[in-house]
């Protein structure tokens, strides 16, 4: 089963809601960069009854090339997650 793309997506989200499709891609744009925003100046935003986006702070460790095997270190860094809400994993489990 292929996944579906973006524009079948757009298109989907037109015909349920009976907004032009146009309006729809305005719209999702405007959702995706608000979350960008808050993400980065708050460090989570949440789209309820599916899930958050969530800036992590990642501590340093120590890994493993794995071409030579040699021991090296990782620094710290900050990550984006995205953790799925109850209620969705309910809906697709």
Do not use: C, H, W
């Amino acid at each position: 089963m292929a996944k579906m793309t973006k524009a079948q997506i757009m298109a989907g989200l037109a015909e349920k809601t009976g907004m032009k499709k146009s309006e729809v891609v305005a719209l999702m744009d405007a959702v995706v960069e608000m979350a960008y925003k808050e993400v980065k100046s708050n460090g989570e935003f949440v789209v309820p009854g599916f899930g958050k986006m969530v800036k992590v702070n990642r501590k340093e460790r120590m890994g493993r090339n794995p071409a030579t095997g040699e021991s090296i270190k990782i620094p710290a860094k900050t990550v984006v997650k995205f953790r799925l809400s109850k209620a969705a994993k309910e809906a697709v489990l």
